[in-house]
């Protein structure tokens, strides 16, 4: 990685210097104050920067060699199923008539892209066991909010208004939460038991005409399938109650078990996740929302429908929850995933979860030696440690997240989920092979050794990255936000 | 295909030193009455071949803008993407990152955000910016929640200008946040201001406007945000960013947050997504706003870098109490634009905005003097204009298409008052060929 410092792009500006990349007026112009009152007209100059095309190229590779990306390296980061990106769903998705089609063509001048979502509608239904799907939510975080105003309405609809909590596990995702707040949900937490599945009890003693519904990650966010998952389903639906389901662990189920076989009535997908497209730096994503029969009324606006050889987008869905977002959703990004599921088919797909799940459990069965599992059970594609016994030498997971930047790979998830002290998520996902598993393992096992003979080594790491340890809590104390000097 | 690298024979390695004896094994703790019993019913795999052919002949029932002349716009925009804002994008280091958890690995994304929230403060006169939203229509919604947050009040007006499909957004979000949504009518295609005041009242939170607004006509911001501020109300601004190298920034003229559709800085229509939506506010709004900030900092050795911060306002610290459930930001798209502001530069940005507008003005005039159509409104315009159509819209477009253009929007769908509403889009990427050409195809379709 380049370690270089690199300026900032305001930094490199030299006037008068450009591209000049467009043309010269082609038609009979008019003055600029003819068409517009003077005291609208911008007087300050815009901060962007004057460079030419080489500079702008030179500085942006430069940061790119500043980042780490999946086909850099081993990306083991829990619950983000950071897997290969197939190069060729960035090509096909890239094509002129997927990438070139502005969403208020007439209909009949866009339906491959209209039977691209219809059919992938589809593929998603089956894949989860539900009955429709909504591909407009952007993101993971913007599905679960979808899916809890599906399940708002839907007691709405029914007259049954008493509804206003939301059960969350005191393992869940933050989104969770977070998401049921913004719907206008009150959050109760129900605890975990001593094998990492709901308790029970708690659930049981919860449940009451107040509770809308629960949202459930399964396998949940300590990698571990809720075994209880018939009962649970059935305690919250004999009061009432819906069940969404989180689906940002999807990798581990494809072809094996189906959220809608399970009991969950709302699902929500990461196609960023389990479906393979890039994440892109944080985005963008795709977040589709899938239901049971009961809810598809419900879903958002427009879906699309195909009749007597057209697809066509419906709008005419007098209970749906309206829009939630522009036109139909990540749209380039759906192109990748639908191509992931064709290249794989119903086969390809199971084995990617019996793949993610493999390698987890190798990882936890070599490293459980070295550092603490608290739940020592079969794992599904993610594994759940604790630095609780480096902790002991005076290292934090975080000094051991660290450490493994200098052996050049990224980190997995750290103090994640909550209810594990000094937590470190692994996921490997299916695309790593057996090498790189051992390796990793190896870079382990020797920073379990450091930690106890040589804790500086993780104390001062990393050494071997573009900048050493950020001083986070000067960013937030004193906010730099923007550049400024010399603007 | 597979991209699974493990062999048959290292699976059976692996499962030997798991202490199991079949991968099924693995799954033991899925309860039989859940389990698949069949196979998925998906159409079965496709090698690389055969999946190119499939995707193009899918993509081949599409019409697209490298082939048709493009004058629609009401929302997603045809402007010039420079080659090197798609040839930087295609790096890996960018695309195939995750949000950047370990800054020391992720500097790249964290300076281009730094420089990308810079950007759009000094576009929109803004002092704090996010590293980006889902799209224009959300981050109007996020800024609806946050004035009823800052202000402790529950009612938003809304303009009626402000992009259709936004205020649907909006309607939702509010429908289950508890805001109350308040629909401000229109007068010469910018904002009624007389109805303005008599909506303001003292449950105001803010007033949203867009400008240019769907019509493209130019909202007066200045004298909105006087009615505003003196109903103690906010002003949001959601506004084009590429306008904004010629029109003042909304928050010199009283803005408190301005937000936009960020699409049209280097980011192709792609039926619709994805985009990426800006938000910038003053200073006095910072910890309220949602999504992730990048801060500069310095390492160990007090070298300059940059992380995630002010992240007690978010999900995965603050659970349920958090400003947002957003988790994310269209990082690849704001880069996108990041790449885009950098090599347009000052002057670049300033005559794309300026094309717009004469390209914009020349078609304007030339339309109206076919005598089939009339203005809708008097009120200034960049780069999209509504004109009154005096026949078939629809039948217009079927022609325009037959010719390989595809022409205006026809407004009716969503504003019935405006018979014959046909919004026209001009970008800089039009020539005046095809200007002539769209002029002598409208009347030769009557």
Not at chain 2, 189 to 211: I, P
Request: net charge negative; with cysteine; hydrophobic share 40%.
């Amino acid at each position: 990685m380049l370690k270089k410092e690199e300026k900032l792009v305001f930094e490199l500006s030299v006037p008068g210097r450009s591209t000049n990349l467009l043309p010269k007026c082609d038609v009979d112009e008019a003055e600029i104050t003819d068409m517009i009152p003077d005291d609208f007209l911008r007087e300050d100059e815009t901060c962007l920067p004057e460079l030419s095309e080489v500079d702008v190229v030179r500085h942006f590779t430069h940061l790119s060699q500043k980042n780490y990306g999946v086909d850099s390296g081993f990306y083991p980061l829990g619950s983000c199923t950071m897997k290969y990106n197939p190069k060729i769903n960035e090509e096909v998705s890239k094509l002129d008539g997927f990438l070139k089609v502005h969403p208020y063509q007439l209909e009949e001048t866009v339906q491959g892209c209209l039977e691209l979502l219809y059919k992938t509608d589809k593929f998603l239904s089956e894949i989860t066991g539900m009955d429709g799907f909504s591909l407009q939510p952007a993101a993971g975080a913007h599905g679960e909010m979808a899916g809890l105003m599906i399940i708002k309405a839907f007691h709405e609809k029914n007259g049954d208004n008493k509804r206003t909590k939301i059960i969350v596990p005191d393992s869940a995702h933050g989104t969770n939460p977070a998401s049921a707040a913004t719907v206008g949900f009150d959050v109760v937490e129900v605890k975990s038991d001593e094998r990492g599945g709901i308790d029970i009890d708690a659930l049981k003693e919860l449940m009451s005409e107040e509770i809308a519904g629960l949202m459930l990650t399964n396998p949940n966010t300590l990698g571990l399938f809720d075994e209880n998952i018939d009962l649970i389903a059935k305690i919250v639906h004999d009061a009432g109650g819906l069940l969404y389901y989180d689906g940002a662990n999807a990798n581990a189920i494809m072809g094996i078990s189906r959220p809608g076989d399970m009991g969950f009535d709302v699902v929500h997908l990461n196609l960023h996740k389990t479906f393979s497209t890039p994440h892109g730096g944080g985005g963008p994503g795709s977040g589709p929302v899938g239901v049971k029969k009961q809810l598809v009324p419900f879903l958002p606006k427009p879906v699309v429908e195909y009749d007597n050889g057209k697809y066509y987008f419906d709008y005419d869905r007098p209970l749906s929850i309206g829009r939630v977002k522009s036109f139909y959703g990540n749209f380039s990004v759906i192109v990748k995933a639908y191509a992931y599921i064709r290249t794989l088919g119903a086969d390809g797909l199971r084995k990617v979860s019996e793949a993610a799940v493999l390698n987890a459990n190798y990882i936890k069965e070599k490293l459980k030696e070295y550092f603490h599992l608290p739940y020592d059970r079969t794992c599904m594609h993610e594994v759940v440690f604790s630095g609780q016994w480096q902790k002991e030498y005076g290292v934090s997971t975080l000094d051991i997240a660290k450490r493994l930047l200098d052996f050049g790979y990224h980190p997995p998830t750290i103090y994640f989920p909550l209810i594990v002290k000094e937590a470190f998520m692994v996921e490997p996902t299916e695309t790593e092979s057996k090498e790189t598993l051992d390796e990793f393992i190896n870079v382990m096992i020797k920073i379990a050794g450091e930690a106890e003979n040589e804790p500086e080594m993780l104390l001062n790491a990393p050494q071997n990255t573009p900048v050493l340890r950020l001083d986070e809590a000067r960013a937030a104390r004193k906010p730099v936000l923007k550049y400024e000097r010399g603007l | 295909m597979s991209y699974i690298p493990t062999t048959d024979e290292q699976q059976q390695k692996m499962l030997a030193d798991i202490g199991v004896n079949s991968i099924d094994e693995l799954f033991a703790d899925i309860p039989e009455s859940v389990k698949l019993k069949t196979g998925l019913n998906i159409p079965k795999a496709m090698s690389e071949l055969e999946l190119t052919a499939h995707m193009q002949e899918m993509a081949g029932k599409n019409i697209n803008l490298d082939k048709y002349t493009c004058f629609l716009g009401a929302g997603a925009y045809d402007h010039f993407i420079p080659s090197v804002v798609t040839n930087l994008l295609s790096r890996q280091e960018f695309y195939t990152a995750y949000t950047p958890y370990q800054p020391e690995i992720s500097q790249g994304t964290l300076q281009a955000i730094f420089e990308y929230q810079t950007m759009i403060c000094s576009l929109t006169g803004m002092d704090v910016s996010n590293a980006s939203l889902y799209d224009g229509a959300t981050a109007l919604a996020e800024a609806a929640s946050m004035v009823c947050e800052a202000t402790r009040r529950n009612e938003i007006i809304a303009i009626r200008s402000i992009h259709p499909e936004s205020r649907e957004v909006m309607s939702t979000y509010a429908k289950f946040k508890g805001m109350t949504l308040i629909e401000c009518g229109i007068q010469d295609g910018v904002t009624d201001l007389q109805n303005l005041k008599e909506l303001l009242n003292d449950n105001t939170a803010a007033v949203l406007v867009q400008s240019p607004n769907f019509f493209g006509a130019i909202e007066n911001i200045k004298e909105i945000a006087e009615i505003a501020h003196e109903n103690k109300s906010l002003l949001v601004v959601s506004c084009d960013p590429v306008s904004l190298a010629i029109l003042k920034a909304p928050g010199d003229i009283g803005a408190d947050i301005v937000v936009g559709e960020g699409q049209v800085l280097g980011n192709p229509v792609s039926f619709g997504g994805p985009y990426l939506g800006f938000m910038a506010a003053k200073k006095e709004f910072t910890r309220r706003m949602p999504g992730r900030i990048v801060g500069e900092t310095v390492d160990r050795d007090g070298k300059r870098g940059y992380v995630l911060t002010l992240q007690t306002r978010e999900q995965h610290i603050r659970r349920e109490k958090a400003t947002s459930n957003i988790c994310s930001n269209q990082a690849l798209n704001a880069l996108a634009a990041t790449i885009y502001l950098s090599v347009m530069g000052k002057n670049g940005l300033k005559k794309a905005a300026e094309l717009c507008l004469q390209k914009a003005h020349y078609a304007y005039r030339k339309l109206i003097e076919t005598n089939l159509f009339s203005p809708a409104f008097e009120s200034p315009f960049f780069k999209e204009f509504l004109l009154i159509y005096h026949g078939d819209a629809d039948k217009l477009n079927k022609h325009l298409l037959e010719k390989n253009i595809i022409g205006g929007f026809a407004t009716e769908r969503f504003y019935p008052e405006f018979k014959g509403g046909y919004l026209v889009a001009v970008t800089e990427k039009r020539t005046r060929d095809e200007i002539d050409r769209l002029v002598s195809e409208v009347v030769s379709a009557c």
